[in-house]
Structures are given as C-alpha cells and as structure tokens.
C-alpha cells in the first residue's frame, strides 16, 4: 500500500528505515505519543522516513489520528497532505465514519495541520493529558462522513 501526495508518499515502514527514523524523531521538538495503532505510515521522502502517520483507537465507525514529523520539515504543508491522504483512505477505504484528532492547547501548528485537512473543531477536553507532569488542556477535532 502507497499513496502519493506531491513528491511525497505514505507507505509502511520498512527494514531499513531506521537511521532515517533516528535522525528525525530523535528531537524533543517532536513530541510522539507511544499509543498502539492498528495502521501505522512512514511519511516517505526519496526513500527516508521524515515522519510517521497512523491511525489507533480504531472501534467500528471511528479511530483516531496522531503524526509526527522531523523539525528540519516543518512549515512545508507535509503533514497537512498526509493528514488528507489518510483520512481520505480511512472514510473511503476503511469505511470509517469519523477520524478524530486531539492536540495540545499550546499546540497551535498541529491545530491548523488538522483545520487545513477539514478537520472542525468539537470542543476543549479540560486537563485531557498530562504533559512534563501537569495536566494540560487538549483541543479535539474531528471529520466525518
């Protein structure tokens, strides 16, 4: 499975892809959550992962939508595509009815990568996760079909 989006691309990760893997994630800019997904992408670029898109919490008609990307890619529209890509295939493919994102109050970026994508806005989860030992605020966003 591969699906393209300019001079991009989502595919499964494969053997190899780790020293590509290391040298983008391993930044404290880039925050990742260690859910378990059910679909899980490498964000591809000339055959190095520069990120990594899934889909988790899959329960009959929903799941939810988490990515990552390395610092040196950010402001290029990458995620904001791959988020398209994939939620495209979950509604269409996977016959989801509703793809859903949660991102930090303080996360304004990753807000807009979900507006861009259609994304609206539901509501504010009050103390939702804890960060660095505090609790803070999450912002859900949802598409549906």
Do not use: C
């Not at 304004?108 to 960060?131: F, I, M, N, P, T």
């Amino acid at each position: 499975m591969e699906f393209k989006f300019g001079p991009y691309s989502l595919r499964p990760f494969r053997r190899g892809d780790e020293p590509s893997i290391v040298e983008n994630i391993n930044d404290r800019k880039v925050e990742r959550g260690k859910k378990q997904t059910q679909l899980n992408l490498a964000i591809n670029l000339d055959g190095a992962v520069i990120g990594g898109i899934g889909l988790s919490a899959m329960n009959g008609h929903r799941a939810e939508i988490g990515y990552w990307l390395g610092v040196k890619y950010w402001g290029r529209g990458i995620v904001s595509g791959a988020v398209k890509t994939l939620t495209r295939y979950a509604l269409n493919e996977l016959k989801l009815r509703r793809v859903y994102g949660k991102v930090f109050v303080v996360n304004k970026a990753s807000a807009r990568v979900l507006q861009k994508a259609g994304y609206k806005y539901e509501g504010r989860l009050v103390k939702d996760a804890v960060k660095h030992g505090r609790p803070v605020d999450g912002l859900l966003f949802a598409k549906t079909r």
